[in-house]
């Protein structure tokens, strides 16, 4: 199985999928026929959440093992630490290598029910993300990624704080970094300039939502936890009642940032999918990203 890392080296840009496990029968076909439509594009690698607390841990593992015994796509499994002890931690890294999965994205993970409550670690776990690194790092040949917060987590005084923490988990063990959604693309590049001027030379990709509806807008401003420049919203928040011309002005906005990272060098984009494809796959053609036996 071919590791993250292995799959961004070379020559041009490259992009990933991101989706999330499914509740019940009716999801997991809304899932698989995305993974299945997303195949031929060749995404440099898959991922699935894992959801607050271990909540998702069975569908991901289950959709995870699917995935890498039955598609031809490089699976990522996404680890978090909320509400589990050490020896949980070791037993679902160690189900992750036996269903052949070799990259982790290694996540302290959120207060259940309040991303902004306070931390309470599992009594026998772990408290920060460095030290989930480093446990996946000792228990196997795996490459593992982390998170970084294009705007700072929301529990950083300030970003030079923000970034000597995200630093220390790179340096922990890490490959690679996956920064979770922004409104504009030099936010993104400030945050990469900040990490190489310590030093660290690990890819850091973007991630990216397309913004197909209000609902979409919204969700990108909530979690990405900075308000949306008044450009961006003077350009959308007129089209809330026309679905339509929304959806093809969000797609404009979203490959016009995408073509101004992928200018800037970054060396692969991460599409946060909503267990859907199309919209991503507009994207990546309009990107010419789309391999020719697609």
Request: hydrophobic letters at 40%; aromatic letters at 8%.
């Amino acid at each position: 199985m071919t590791s993250v890392i292995e799959r961004l080296s070379g020559d041009g840009p490259k992009f990933s999928i991101e989706f999330f496990p499914p509740r019940d029968t009716a999801d997991e076909a809304v899932l698989w026929k995305a993974v299945r439509e997303l195949e031929p594009y060749d995404p440099a690698y898959m991922s699935i959440t894992y959801g607050a607390g271990g909540s998702s841990r069975d569908g991901t593992i289950r959709s995870i093992a699917r995935v890498a015994t039955e598609t031809t796509l490089v699976p990522m499994a996404h680890l978090t630490a909320v509400n589990h002890s050490v020896a949980e931690l070791r037993n679902v890294i160690g189900w992750y290598a036996s269903v052949g999965v070799r990259n982790i994205l290694a996540l302290r993970g959120d207060p259940p029910g309040d991303v902004y409550g306070e931390w309470v670690p599992h009594p026998e776990g772990l408290t920060y993300a460095e030290e989930l690194v480093q446990l996946v790092r000792e228990l196997g040949d795996f490459c593992v990624g982390v998170s970084a917060y294009t705007y700072g987590h929301p529990r950083s005084p300030d970003l030079e704080t923000d970034t000597k923490y995200l630093v220390r988990k790179l340096r922990a063990g890490a490959d690679f970094a996956i920064a979770q959604l922004f409104h504009d693309a030099e936010d993104f590049l400030r945050l990469r300039d900040r990490v190489a001027a310590t030093g660290c030379d690990i890819p850091v990709l973007p991630g990216v939502m397309p913004l197909t509806t209000m609902r979409t807008l919204q969700t990108t401003i909530k979690l990405s936890g900075a308000p949306a420049p008044r450009k961006l919203l003077d350009r959308l928040e007129p089209l809330a009642d026309d679905p339509k011309a929304f959806r093809a002005a969000g797609i404009d906005v979203t490959t016009e940032l995408c073509e101004r990272l992928i200018g800037e060098g970054v060396p692969s984009l991460h599409f946060y999918t909503f267990n859907r494809s199309k919209a991503t796959r507009e994207v990546i053609a309009r990107l010419g990203l789309v391999p020719a036996r697609a």
